[in-house]
């Protein structure tokens, strides 16, 4: 499926038939301002250094989370 089907993308045409605007449902338009913001954050944090998940698990259990 297309992205613009997964979204309900409707356009707004001149008189020539060429696309000049987009309407999307609130929902949808929330949703990719959501997936922006993630790849913003992703984008931020690309020269961190990583952590193995088991070290997440051994501070979640010292920390008395797990």
């Keep these: 499926m297309?992205?613009?089907?997964?979204?309900?993308v409707r356009y707004i045409t001149d008189e020539q038939g060429n696309k000049k605007e987009v309407v999307l449902s609130l929902q949808a338009f929330e949703e990719l301002l959501e997936d922006l913001h993630d790849l913003a954050v992703i984008a931020s944090r690309k020269n961190e250094s990583s952590v193995s998940f088991d070290e997440v698990k051994k501070?979640?259990?010292?920390?008395?989370?797990?």
């Design 2 to 8: 297309m992205i613009e089907e997964k979204l309900n």
């Design 59 to 66: 501070k979640l259990a010292a920390d008395g989370i797990i």
